[in-house]
């Protein structure tokens, strides 16, 4: 068995490329990174019962299908990845998001392998109602460079399935949060964890902080990706993720353990920033000060 992933060295890479030799035994696991985000030591001591190459590569530029030929599944993680920042980098964002998952894409057709992409829960936006994979595509509302050039790759594999008879699965992830040697601090509960720990206030949009939020836990993102890949890529698109978590619940949760910690509602885009003494309130006023900020998004 041959399984390529783009994007190997990254929170989800990481730990999946350390996953695949105990699921997968003799599998050869093709690593590709173009380390645009310095996650060198996503390579270090790998285990000795993987079969590993890597390819320092951009999805851009390298020459896709030979390195997909023979390939039984390819799990395109490469991207740029933080929503925040995307509004600073839009071209960027769909460059690498859009086209470069359409190179992919046309790469898996020519090698006649299936494609596993992870779309994000993002796509969904805010709702006020339940919403899930079946939804019709008027229901999604993406609201950031980083979704839209999600949602913008999910349709052109629909159209690309219809058309070229591309095999693949999307599955839209939860914000993830949990341990890999590549992880990220960026997105809200590794960045809530890295914050309680070192004793800083934990820092919320004002506008999610009675949200409820799709998260998804590392390892059952992992074990997702290796149902697919052992099942042959059957269905698509999936939505993973854990119990919508309202973020005052998970702040009052880590107020727990770490009581010293205050919490800072901040917003954009004018970053100003609320100081909320302790973790423990329930109230739930507007303070004064955020009704000035107008233009205000999650
Ligand atoms: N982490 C999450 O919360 C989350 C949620 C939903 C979906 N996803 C999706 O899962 C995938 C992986 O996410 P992650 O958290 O591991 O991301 P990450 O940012 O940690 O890793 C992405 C990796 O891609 C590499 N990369 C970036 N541009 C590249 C390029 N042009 N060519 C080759 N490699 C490139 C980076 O160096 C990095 O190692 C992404 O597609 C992301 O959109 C992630």
Not at 97 to 124: D, H, M, W
Request: glycine letters at 6%; proline letters at 5%; one cysteine or more.
């Amino acid at each position: 068995m041959r399984i390529v992933v783009t994007g190997a060295l990254g929170h989800i890479g990481s730990r999946l490329i350390r996953e695949i030799p105990f699921a997968f035994p003799d599998a050869e696991i093709v690593m590709m990174d173009d380390l645009s985000t310095q996650r060198y030591c996503s390579l270090f001591n790998l285990p000795v019962e993987g079969r590993y190459s890597f390819h320092q590569a951009d999805v851009l530029t390298t020459d896709l299908a030979s390195l997909f030929a023979g390939a039984d599944a390819v799990v395109h993680l490469a991207a740029i990845t933080d929503a925040t920042t995307s509004f600073e980098k839009k071209e960027q964002v769909e460059e690498v998001n859009y086209i470069g998952s359409k190179r992919v894409a046309q790469a898996c057709v020519i090698a006649e392998c299936p494609l596993i992409f992870p779309s994000t829960t993002s796509v969904y936006g805010t709702q006020d109602k339940v919403v899930d994979e079946d939804c019709p595509m008027t229901d999604l509302k993406p609201q950031s460079p980083y979704a839209e050039s999600k949602l913008k790759a999910e349709q052109l594999l629909q159209e690309m399935g219809d058309a070229e008879g591309l095999r693949f699965v999307i599955c839209r992830f939860g914000t993830i949060f949990g341990t890999s040697i590549g992880m990220r601090f960026h997105t809200a509960i590794n960045k809530f964890c890295w914050q309680a720990v070192m004793g800083q206030p934990i820092t919320v949009w004002r506008t999610a902080w009675e949200q409820d939020r799709p998260y998804l836990e590392l390892g059952d993102a992992i074990n997702a990706l290796k149902l697919i890949v052992d099942e042959k890529c059957v269905r698509s698109p999936w939505t993973y993720s854990s119990r919508a978590t309202v973020i005052i619940g998970f702040i009052k949760r880590t107020g727990l353990v770490s009581p010293a910690c205050k919490c800072r509602r901040t917003c954009l885009p004018c970053r100003k920033s609320f100081f909320r003494p302790g973790l423990g309130s329930s109230s739930r006023s507007v303070l004064p000060g955020v009704a000035r900020c107008s233009s205000i998004r999650p």
